[in-house]
């Protein structure tokens, strides 16, 4: 090899070395989308049974059976479920049944924040239970007048439970169950 082709191979060797020289590429973390709702209005939903109560007017309320409602948004992919029992000596009953249902997630909670109701005016008493973590609901109440009648309720989201990304919307229908609780109202 001539002189002129080592000096051009070395030359093009640090050339090449030098414009490799970079920071190296960091993968970006993940994220999830930022999801912001439009501010709550609240009508107020009569109905046949022993209960009234208001619920946001962007959601879809569809009755499942007897006094049961399946409170639908469409947009978060989520379901509140209220149930009505008739109480016939059987309060215990509906309060183990009802506390065993919230306490069940407990295997995938994180923590379990309970939130006495107590409107004696209305006569409506309860808990409202936030569940945090990966659990399959993130919100949960009971209510009752401990005579006549006994409410449940529930929400689910459509998805898979990974509490991070569902925040937003899970935070949204926590404020509307809890709207729903404050407002109920015994016929």
Known sequence: MTKKKIAFLLLLFLSLLTISCKDDALPKPSSYLRLDYPEAKYVNFENECAYSFEINSDAIIKK????????????????I?????PVTNNIEKLLKDAQKLTYGHVIKADDILEQPYLNPNKKVYGMFYQVEGNAATNAQFYATDSTKNFVTASVYFYAKPNYDSIMPAASYIKNDMQRLMETLKWK
């Open 81 to 85: 479920y209220l149930t009505y029992k």
């Open 64 to 79: 499942e059976k007897e006094c049961d409602f399946a409170i639908t948004y469409p947009k978060m992919k989520a379901t």
